[in-house]
């Protein structure tokens, strides 16, 4: 040991120190000294050359002391290893009389977790004298009291241990009277008078005596008493115990003026010599306020609580004195019972509140528990719920480590309660709890997932340009800047696709624009591709597909194919007088570059020269007759056939038609392709022409169709169409159907054939094939067919 307070390690022990992780720890203390009241912030010892570790190691590694008592009485520096007094320790107040005072503290370090024991002796100072607990003591002694006899006296207390304790008595120098210390089993030293010579109560009858007790310090310190003696009448018996020592075991939650014991002691006089009074003898402070006696009876009481995590036992002693002044001594030794009145205690050293995602073990928290209660009592257990990614596991003496069992993902759960139960295994069990709340922090490991695999967004053709088409949504599992998605268009897969001028894209928001006016019959579709990031490090990101679907608006009216209105000589169609009601003029044929119902065409007649006379087909523009034509029809008629769609608003185009009323197809109606514009230059000379035909032909032919027109009659409609042949090469062109379906060109034929299945070779019209060609006179022979009579070809 140092002098004048220094302080040192303890040279004799040497530090043995055994670096582990967690479960190892370092199983022989290092062991240091220092001086009782020595000053606070006084340096006890270099920790780093004792442990072997790093100055930089300290730091890094959290290091910290804890003591025992739960006062941190110690403080380390961990930016120099050193480690000094946080305060001035009274070994008096730390450890009372017990010897030797040792502190025990832990060093614990982090990153691994690691233990070191150090104890650090606290040497006494004699800084306490002797105190006698009166300051007189009256003792009476009989007059025939022998030599040699002993009277003991009130012992002295001294807080000081060791060589600065009490370590003897003396007392005034008289003639009758010496002082012999002794020794008492648990270490304290007694004074006893010892009388040297008779007395003679005539000669002196009292003495007044100084009772001087020493200890061992340098200087000594002493306390004095003074002893007052006085010598009594004879009275030759002393009251003794019935039994000595007494036994007793009391709970320490006994209630306050509970008896104790009660004890006897006899005395064989007679008289008031022989009654006998108690009372405590020598009792100490803490005897006082714990206990009393009944002066009469000897019951002794409790006064004040107990409490075995403080003082396990209490050795009483008591006096019995009868009434001439003799006394006897007897001991009772209480044992205080303990109870598991005391809950553990949990005392927190170290924790981390936030720990990181997809991180391996990491230490959450380091703590350890104390229970102040013995043997089953003082027993404990901890644990935590067992639905928690976390274990506790035991370290050095009653410290635990608080660690995460698995990788902890955020998304699953952000935050933990988690409550340390420690439970003692005492009758009834207590328990304490410690909740501690763990934030999980988040690492981007998540990419930003869309709400669709793929998105169908529909616009109109002849949008605005900037129009907001739809929107794209992610989303991100993470948090923060982890989460925070930006949006942006892919390269597109057709590299013929001009997506950059076609569609933007709010890279904040997901919102997508379209940037110029689409033409539905221009682009009916296009898909691309979109991303969404995240402002993670490292950035992760996802793709979704956008299709865009331009929708139809009726912006196109109906273009009509035929007749062509191209401003050119109108197309005549030719209509035999002797046509049924139904009979087919001709076909509107149109077309709409919409689609959908607004490419749905309607056709109705808008005008005509002779209202009643035709009728045009709504479904498919064919124009029939609606009646029997008459001679008394005009020959020339101009119908105005409107074509109209089904959009809204709907569209409309017109065609004009122009049907000649014919008496038959003779040769000066046969139209040549060739001769077709000079007729349209000349519609006068045409007329002429069909009328003067008409009328040469007129009996001819009138007798003719009726003749037909009975016989039609007669059979159904099926049969009068019968077969038709016509001569290969006979007309110039092609044959096109009629049916409402197909296409009519601009050539057109007409069939005309005779009945095989009648003997009377009669002559029939059938519906024009081709009606659009015009009638004019080609100079061509209407020759008879002798395989036939009343039949005709043209040659």
Not at 420 to 443: A, E, F, N, Y
Not at 516 to 541: C, H, I, T
Request: hydrophobic share 40%; aromatic share 8%; net charge negative.
């Amino acid at each position: 040991m140092k002098k004048l307070g220094r302080i040192h390690p303890n040279r004799q022990v040497l530090a043995f120190i055994l670096m582990v992780f967690l479960s190892q720890v370092h199983l022989e203390p290092i062991r240091y000294s220092v001086l009782e009241e020595t000053e606070s912030g006084s340096f006890v010892a270099h920790l780093t050359k004792d442990l072997g570790l790093g100055i930089a190691e300290l730091a890094a590694r959290s290091a910290g002391v804890v003591s025992d008592d739960d006062k941190q009485r110690l403080q380390l520096d961990r930016q120099t290893g050193d480690l000094f007094l946080r305060e001035k320790l009274d070994r008096e107040e730390l450890c009372g009389p017990i010897e030797p005072c040792i502190l025990h503290f832990q060093v614990f370090l982090e990153m691994p977790v690691q233990f070191f024991q150090g104890e650090l002796l606290i040497q006494d100072i004699n800084d306490h004298s002797p105190v006698f607990p009166e300051r007189e003591v009256l003792l009476k002694i009989p007059e025939n009291s022998q030599p040699g006899t002993l009277f003991p006296l009130l012992i002295a207390e001294d807080l000081d241990v060791g060589s600065n304790g009490l370590q003897k008595y003396t007392i005034s120098p008289n003639s009758h009277f010496h002082i012999l210390t002794r020794n008492h089993s648990e270490g304290k030293k007694y004074p006893d008078l010892v009388q040297d010579k008779p007395l003679d109560r005539e000669e002196q009858s009292e003495f007044s005596l100084t009772l001087v007790a020493l200890d061992g310090g340098s200087p000594p310190r002493s306390g004095t008493v003074m002893v007052r003696i006085l010598i009594m009448d004879i009275n030759d018996n002393a009251p003794e115990f019935v039994h000595t020592p007494y036994g007793v075991q009391v709970l320490e939650n006994s209630p306050l003026d509970s008896p104790i014991v009660r004890v006897l002691a006899r005395d064989v006089d007679a008289g008031n010599f022989g009654s006998v009074s108690y009372g405590l003898f020598q009792a100490s402070d803490e005897i006082k306020q714990t206990f009393s006696i009944n002066e009469v009876t000897g019951e002794i009481l409790l006064k004040k609580k107990l409490d075995f995590e403080k003082i396990k036992s209490y050795h009483v002693e008591i006096e019995a004195t009868d009434g001439g002044g003799l006394s006897g001594k007897g001991t009772v030794v209480i044992e205080v019972v303990d109870v598991n009145d005391n809950p553990p205690e949990l005392i927190i050293s170290s924790l981390t509140s936030s720990i990181p995602e997809n991180a391996p073990e990491t230490v959450v928290s380091i703590f350890r528990i104390r229970d102040r209660d013995s043997g089953e009592n003082g027993k404990t257990i901890c644990s935590i719920p067992d639905n928690l990614p976390f274990v506790l596991k035991p370290t050095l003496k009653n410290f635990y480590t608080l660690v995460t069992e698995r990788p902890l993902d955020r998304e699953t759960r952000a935050e933990y309660n988690i409550t340390i139960t420690v439970t003692d295994l005492g009758t009834p069990r207590l328990k304490t709890q410690q909740s501690i709340t763990v934030q999980v922090s988040d690492v981007n490991d998540n990419a930003p997932t869309f709400t669709q695999t793929s998105y169908t967004l529909f616009v109109r053709e002849n949008n605005s340009p900037a129009l907001h088409i739809g929107s794209v949504s992610a989303t991100d599992r993470d948090s923060g800047t982890n989460a925070q998605v930006t949006y942006l268009l892919l390269p597109p897969q057709d590299p013929h696709l001009p997506l950059a001028s076609l569609v933007s894209i709010n890279a904040d928001n997901g919102h997508l624009f379209a940037l110029r006016s689409l033409d539905y019959e221009a682009l009916q579709a296009f898909e691309f591709g979109v991303g969404a990031a995240d402002r993670g490090s490292p950035e992760l990101s996802s793709e979704a597909l956008v299709r865009v679907l331009v929708l139809d608006a009726n912006d196109n009216s109906p273009f009509v194919l035929h007749p062509l209105q191209n401003g050119s000589a109108p197309c005549t169609e030719l209509v035999p007088r002797a046509a049924e009601p139904g009979y087919l003029v001709t076909k509107v044929v149109a077309v709409d570059g919409d689609s959908g119902q607004n490419a749905w065409l309607s056709y109705q007649l808008l005008k005509a020269s002779e209202p009643g006379l035709f009728g045009v087909w709504a479904h498919n523009g064919e124009v029939r007759t609606a009646r029997l034509l008459s001679e008394r029809d005009a020959a020339k008629h101009r119908l105005v056939v409107l074509v109209k769609d089904n959009g809204e608003p709907p569209r409309s185009a017109t065609a004009t038609l122009h049907v000649l009323l014919v008496d038959g197809f003779s040769q000066p109606y046969l139209p040549l392709p060739e001769a077709a514009p000079a007729q349209a230059q000349n519609d006068s000379l045409t007329i002429y022409l069909v009328v003067a035909l008409a009328s040469v032909s007129s009996l001819f032919l009138l007798s003719v169709l009726l003749f037909v027109a009975v016989r039609l009659c007669r059979r159904s409609r099926a049969a009068s169409l019968g077969r038709c042949s016509v001569p290969e090469g006979a007309f110039p062109g092609h044959q096109v159907g009629v049916s409402g379906t197909e296409t009519l060109s601009q050539s057109y034929q007409y069939e005309v054939c005779l009945t095989g299945d009648s003997g009377t070779g009669e002559f029939k019209f059938l519906k024009p094939v081709f009606p659009n060609l015009l009638v004019q006179d080609t100079g061509r022979e209407v020759k008879e067919n002798p395989n036939f009579r009343n039949s005709f070809v043209f040659s």
